[in-house]
């Protein structure tokens, strides 16, 4: 049972990067899903979450509004993560995990965290 992220790069400032997660041994459609990000010298951050399948809400963080989208393909048991008009303060190392969707992303304990992918935005 586990996440696979992937999909990270280097990015110029206004560029765009989608981020997969890709699970394996569950399928994502029974789960809250979410994107999480650690940045040099800061914790790691709820960025976004989709919950199961049954009502599919969406979270994100006041930073990433009107230029991130989660998004679930049921078929290919992947979410996600569209980033467009990048930023540097969007650079970091982002995971994904089973979570809830409480008053932010919150981690469930199903799968470890994994290996994460590195998103760098720079000119």
């Known amino acids: 049972v586990q996440l696979q992220a992937s999909g990270g790069g280097l990015a110029l400032p206004g560029g765009s990067l989608r981020l997969s997660c890709a699970a394996s041994?569950?399928?994502?459609?029974?789960?809250?899903i979410g994107w999480f990000r650690e940045a040099p010298g800061k914790e790691r951050e709820g960025v976004s979450c989709?919950?199961?399948?049954?009502?599919?809400?969406?979270y994100y963080i006041d930073s990433v509004k009107g230029r991130f989208t989660i998004s679930r393909d049921s078929a290919k048991n992947t979410v996600y993560l569209l980033m467009n008009s990048l930023n540097p303060e969007d650079a970091g190392v982002y995971y994904c995990?089973?979570?809830?969707?409480?008053?932010?992303?919150?981690?469930?304990?199903?799968?470890?965290w994994g290996q994460g992918t590195l998103v760098t935005v720079s000119s």
């Open positions: 995990a089973t979570v809830v969707i409480g008053r932010q992303c919150e981690r469930t304990s199903l799968t470890p």
């Open positions: 041994g569950f399928s994502v459609d029974s789960f809250g």
């Open positions: 989709i919950s199961s399948s049954s009502d599919s809400r969406t």
